[in-house]
């Protein structure tokens, strides 16, 4: 529901599901069996249409849903005044984002969804469907095909670092600014673990003592510098790939869920894949997948891919220990919670690499409890 000022200048409530029937029957699905899909921590949802033998998904994005994500030219202050979106580099409720980079990614070759309709002052998307075949699921129904499918996955990975994408992206008339996943944005997505997590077992780090936590993250960052950065989707994992056998080449693996894509170093998809929260993957195919993107995407598999690999895994595991106590205090969805347990095992794993040491020392003399 949103609301609007009527005549008389009294709130009037605007049902969002008669948006949706006037959207679907401007674009010729108004006549379509709809079907809810399970949807994921945002506040968008989803729908399967069905219209004859021709299926379709609808993306209902709310503009006033979320915060809002950060203009052009705009300083680290501005983003911290406008919020968690403007200031990690979220797009938030602008879903130009999803269609200029799905169109720049089929362009190259990839699968994005196509576009088929699209009302975004409305805040909706009429995609292409890629079917059930998620990964999880495929894996799930036959682990034969986990190497195989994980493979694929990570050739389309390096096909995307080897691709040059331009800062300005484009579909049609639509245009969307690519940032850069700089320091302000990597240490706001910690805060989640600091504003959230630490607080959920009563503790603070606030004023020097978030300042410090900060330093020791910044630091390790310096470690990415060592290659260049290529455009990270920013939520690669076995729930957003769908596997697509009848495609050629790295056409194979269907693309979701790419809207906050930013550019930052090469291996952030990669470990966002291997260290899934979501599932566990095989242990003896982490170095395989590993190896394969860097043969790949044309970078030596070396002491500094694997430091930079772990930074990497290490602040998105920090982040995530936040999400989901964030995502049941704040949206009440308290199942988030169950994905706890894996994302500490993770970031207990990751920790243990010299690269990052200074950063589990600060976790066991001040929060072990993260690491447990």
């Given at each position: 529901?949103?609301?609007?000022?009527?005549?008389?200048?009294?709130?009037?409530?605007?049902?969002?599901?008669?948006?949706?029937?006037?959207f679907l029957?401007s674009?010729?699905?108004?006549?379509?069996?709809?079907?809810?899909?399970?949807?994921?921590?945002?506040?968008?949802?989803?729908?399967?249409?069905?219209?004859g033998a021709?299926?379709a998904?609808?993306?209902?994005?709310?503009?006033?849903?979320?915060?809002?994500?950060?203009?052009?030219?705009t300083?680290?202050?501005e983003?911290k005044?406008?919020?968690?979106?403007?200031?990690?580099?979220?797009?938030?409720?602008?879903?130009?984002?999803?269609?200029?980079?799905?169109?720049?990614?089929?362009?190259?070759?990839?699968?994005?969804?196509k576009?088929?309709?699209?009302?975004?002052e409305?805040?909706?998307?009429?995609?292409?469907d890629?079917?059930?075949?998620v990964?999880?699921k495929?894996?799930?129904q036959?682990?034969?095909?986990?190497?195989?499918?994980?493979e694929?996955?990570?050739?389309?990975?390096?096909?995307i670092?080897?691709?040059?994408f331009?800062?300005?992206?484009?579909?049609?008339?639509?245009?969307?600014?690519?940032?850069?996943?700089?320091?302000?944005?990597?240490?706001?997505?910690?805060?989640l673990?600091?504003?959230?997590?630490?607080?959920d077992?009563?503790?603070?780090?606030?004023g020097?003592?978030?300042e410090?936590?900060?330093?020791?993250?910044?630091?390790?960052?310096?470690?990415?510098?060592?290659?260049?950065?290529?455009?990270?989707?920013?939520?690669?994992?076995?729930?957003?790939?769908?596997?697509?056998?009848?495609?050629?080449?790295v056409?194979?693996?269907?693309?979701i869920?790419?809207?906050?894509?930013?550019?930052?170093?090469?291996?952030y998809?990669?470990?966002?894949l291997?260290?899934?929260?979501?599932?566990?993957?095989?242990p003896?195919?982490?170095d395989?997948?590993?190896?394969?993107?860097?043969?790949?995407?044309?970078?030596k598999?070396?002491?500094?891919?694997?430091?930079?690999?772990s930074?990497m895994?290490v602040?998105?595991g920090?982040?995530?220990?936040?999400?989901?106590?964030?995502?049941?205090?704040?949206?009440?969805?308290?199942?988030?919670?169950?994905?706890?347990?894996?994302v500490?095992?993770?970031?207990?794993?990751?920790?243990?690499?010299?690269?990052v040491?200074?950063?589990?020392v600060?976790?066991?003399?001040?929060m072990?409890?993260?690491?447990?």
């Open positions: 529901m949103k609301l609007r000022l009527g005549q008389n200048g009294r709130e009037e409530v605007t049902n969002r599901l008669d948006e949706i029937a006037s029957s674009c010729g699905w108004g006549d379509a069996i709809r079907e809810p899909i399970q949807g994921d921590a945002s506040t968008r949802s989803y729908e399967r249409l069905t219209r021709e299926k998904v609808l993306m209902n994005a709310p503009k006033g849903a979320e915060l809002p994500s950060e203009p052009d030219g300083s680290v202050a983003r005044a406008l919020g968690y979106n403007a200031l990690a580099r979220l797009a938030g409720p602008n879903m130009e984002s999803f269609v200029a980079i799905a169109s720049e990614l089929s362009r190259r070759g990839l699968s994005a969804p576009i088929i309709d699209a009302d975004l409305r805040g909706f998307i009429l995609l292409e890629f079917g059930s075949t990964f999880a495929v894996v799930a036959d682990a034969d095909l986990e190497r195989p499918l994980y694929a996955a990570v050739d389309s990975l390096a096909a670092y080897r691709c040059s331009p800062t300005v992206l484009s579909h049609n008339d639509i245009k969307w600014t690519v940032r850069d996943y700089d320091e302000a944005a990597l240490l706001a997505e910690t805060d673990f600091l504003d959230w997590y630490a607080k077992y009563k503790k603070s780090f606030e020097e003592a978030r410090a936590f900060y330093k020791l993250y910044a630091k390790s960052f310096r470690l990415l510098k060592a290659h260049a950065s290529g455009l990270a989707l920013r939520d690669f994992h076995a729930e957003n790939l769908f596997w697509l056998p009848e495609r050629q080449g056409a194979n693996v269907g693309l869920d790419f809207q906050d894509g930013l550019f930052v170093h090469p291996s998809d990669l470990m966002s291997i260290t899934d929260i979501r599932r566990d993957v095989t003896e195919l982490k395989r997948l590993i190896s394969r993107f860097c043969e790949k995407a044309g970078l598999d070396d002491e500094d891919f694997r430091a930079a690999y930074v895994s602040q998105r920090t982040k995530l220990l936040g999400f989901p106590v964030r995502a049941d205090l704040k949206f009440g969805k308290p199942q988030y919670r169950a994905l706890l347990p894996r500490k095992r993770h970031l207990n794993d990751d920790l243990l690499h010299p690269a040491a200074d950063i589990r600060w976790f066991e003399n001040n072990p409890e993260a690491l447990i």
